[in-house]
């Protein structure tokens, strides 16, 4: 996975460098990535997988469209992780599943693989601090301590579902602040 996303941040430093055969091949390497990912996510939600090559059209224009906003000296993958979760929800949405995306299975992206938080991971916490105590407390234990959302729970005397709650309005939060718009 290392290797990958080193060889993918690469490519895409070359296109946003205006290399456009290196951004023509980080997008051919991406589809099969994010359509394994996307057919994952719609089995788990009981829709059919044919709807993936949709969300990965979707993926790879929301790509295009805000590559400006990744920081070359972070890392890719999970930024592109993270434009599909979103992809993928809102396609769930608009088609009126009942399922749900368990941010469980998204644990590798929220929690920090050891106990240094990564640069980014302390421009999380530092945005945090401005947040409600409940969502601050959920953000430390999934961010920086890298529990789930059932240790998260028991740890802050939650249950699952607030926890949910808490992170998404947290994290509402931190994207308008970070966008500017907060």
Same mark, same amino acid.
């Given at each position: 996975?290392?290797?990958?996303?080193?060889?993918? #941040?690469?490519?895409?430093?070359? $296109?946003?460098?205006?290399?456009?055969?290196?951004?023509?091949?980080?997008?051919?390497?991406?589809?099969? @990535?994010?359509?394994? +990912?996307?057919?994952?996510?719609?089995?788990?939600?009981?829709?059919?997988?044919?709807?993936?090559?949709? +969300?990965?059209?979707?993926?790879?224009?929301?790509?295009?469209?805000?590559?400006?906003?990744?920081?070359?000296?972070?890392? @890719?993958?999970?930024?592109?992780?993270?434009?599909?979760?979103?992809?993928?929800?809102?396609?769930?949405?608009?088609?009126?599943? &009942?399922?749900?995306?368990?941010?469980?299975?998204?644990?590798?992206? +929220?929690?920090?693989?050891?106990? &240094?938080?990564?640069?980014?991971?302390?421009?999380?916490?530092?945005?945090?601090?401005?947040?409600?105590?409940?969502?601050?407390?959920?953000?430390?234990?999934? @961010?920086?301590?890298?529990?789930? &959302?059932?240790? &998260?729970?028991?740890?802050?005397?939650?249950?699952?579902?607030?926890? #949910?709650?808490?992170?998404?309005?947290?994290?509402?939060?931190?994207? $308008?602040?970070?966008?500017?718009? +907060?």
């Amino acid at each position: 996975m290392k290797d990958r996303d080193e060889e993918w #941040r690469g490519l895409m430093r070359a $296109g946003l460098a205006g290399d456009e055969a290196a951004y023509r091949q980080l997008l051919h390497a991406l589809a099969p @990535f994010l359509r394994q +990912i996307a057919r994952s996510g719609l089995a788990r939600a009981g829709r059919p997988v044919a709807e993936a090559e949709d +969300i990965v059209q979707e993926v790879l224009i929301a790509i295009h469209l805000k590559r400006a906003s990744w920081l070359s000296t972070e890392p @890719f993958v999970p930024w592109v992780r993270a434009i599909l979760r979103h992809k993928l929800i809102d396609a769930l949405r608009r088609r009126g599943a &009942t399922g749900s995306v368990d941010i469980d299975d998204l644990a590798e992206v +929220i929690a920090a693989p050891d106990g &240094t938080p990564e640069i980014a991971t302390r421009d999380v916490v530092k945005l945090a601090e401005t947040l409600p105590a409940g969502q601050k407390a959920v953000i430390r234990a999934m @961010f920086v301590d890298g529990h789930d &959302t059932a240790e &998260t729970a028991r740890a802050l005397n939650m249950s699952p579902g607030a926890v #949910r709650v808490q992170l998404h309005r947290a994290l509402g939060a931190l994207a $308008g602040m970070l966008r500017g718009t +907060i």
